[in-house]
């Protein structure tokens, strides 16, 4: 009654804005002949678990939760080369689009690497727009397929291999944890690799 947890395909806005004439929200309050509201974002070409909800008093309790960093999210990306460190909590000051410094607390840990390609688990303690993709960069293993903040990569015909993998969160006194099926061109690539997928217990 209060909530939809979906899994985002990438390619779709959440919301439309300038140039975005149709969105993941018209879509699906189409199909559930419902007002919903969005109460936090994935960028465009990101797959994976949304959080959606159906009425107004649900959407200023997760906008709470949100606020008091208690919805826990856990991203996998597979990016193009390797982390100087395995693990770490990276703080980063980023710009924003109106050229303000944002602060950024970023976890991470590199599940598994071969052949100059890392497969990293990321939970971000902020949500900054672009947030993990600088970050990626900014480690020097920018994330493949994303054509933005990995130019020169020799995988760009490839769509971004960023996907919010698990939410974790309590609401209206219930536990509730989700883990996202992902994509099959995100899959084929990490078999094609011989890269070792995430296992839940990592999480």
């Given at each position: 009654d209060d909530l939809i947890v979906i899994n985002k395909i990438d390619g779709y806005s959440v919301?439309?804005?300038?140039?975005?004439?149709?969105?993941?929200k018209d879509i699906y309050e189409n199909v559930i002949?419902?007002?919903?509201y969005i109460v936090h974002r994935l960028d465009k070409d990101t797959s994976g678990l949304l959080?959606?909800?159906k009425n107004r008093s649900s959407a200023k309790g997760f906008g709470n939760l949100f606020k008091l960093r208690l919805i826990n999210k856990t991203y996998i990306a597979v990016c193009e080369g390797i982390p100087r460190l395995k693990e770490s909590n990276l703080n980063l000051d980023i710009k924003n689009k109106f050229n303000k410094i944002e602060k950024t607390n970023t976890f991470y840990r590199v599940l598994h690497n071969l052949n100059g390609i890392s497969l990293i688990l990321f939970k971000p303690m902020t949500g900054k727009t672009h947030q993990l993709r600088i970050v990626s960069k900014n480690l020097t293993c920018p994330i493949i397929g994303d054509n933005k903040y990995n130019n020169q990569s020799k995988?760009?015909?490839?769509?971004?291999?960023?996907?919010?993998h698990i939410l974790n969160f309590s609401f209206n006194n219930e536990d509730y944890e989700f883990f996202s099926e992902?994509?099959?061109d995100f899959?084929?690539?990490?078999?094609?690799?011989?890269?070792?997928?995430?296992?839940?217990?990592?999480?």
């Amino acid at each position: 009654d209060d909530l939809i947890v979906i899994n985002k395909i990438d390619g779709y806005s959440v919301q439309r804005g300038s140039k975005v004439f149709i969105s993941l929200k018209d879509i699906y309050e189409n199909v559930i002949e419902h007002k919903l509201y969005i109460v936090h974002r994935l960028d465009k070409d990101t797959s994976g678990l949304l959080i959606i909800a159906k009425n107004r008093s649900s959407a200023k309790g997760f906008g709470n939760l949100f606020k008091l960093r208690l919805i826990n999210k856990t991203y996998i990306a597979v990016c193009e080369g390797i982390p100087r460190l395995k693990e770490s909590n990276l703080n980063l000051d980023i710009k924003n689009k109106f050229n303000k410094i944002e602060k950024t607390n970023t976890f991470y840990r590199v599940l598994h690497n071969l052949n100059g390609i890392s497969l990293i688990l990321f939970k971000p303690m902020t949500g900054k727009t672009h947030q993990l993709r600088i970050v990626s960069k900014n480690l020097t293993c920018p994330i493949i397929g994303d054509n933005k903040y990995n130019n020169q990569s020799k995988y760009n015909t490839e769509i971004l291999k960023l996907n919010a993998h698990i939410l974790n969160f309590s609401f209206n006194n219930e536990d509730y944890e989700f883990f996202s099926e992902l994509p099959d061109d995100f899959k084929n690539f990490i078999k094609k690799n011989k890269l070792k997928y995430l296992k839940r217990n990592n999480n």
